[in-house]
């Protein structure tokens, strides 16, 4: 996998891939899980310009970032979300607990 985060002062950001299916979701949560353990991360911002579709692993991914993220008194914001996949995040409730920008 190419590389997928970078880190910027306290924020880490993530590109997503194209798809978002349950390996390149488990991809990503190894990945985040362990930048957020070798650094001091505040904010998770997840880049969605290129990803074109998502299904429920991806949402999962997202929602137990959130989860890890609260838990040290961070967040999670999600960035260029094309139609598809804002309309996925607002079906699924993501949007409720993730600020989508």
Known sequence: ??????????KLYVTVPIELDHVEADQLRQEVE???VDAVIREVIFDFRNTVFMDSSGIGMLMGRQRSMQQMGGCVRVIHAGERIQRILELSGVYKVITIN
């Open 1 to 10: 996998m190419k590389e997928i985060c970078e880190k910027r002062g306290n």
């Open 34 to 36: 362990r930048m957020l």
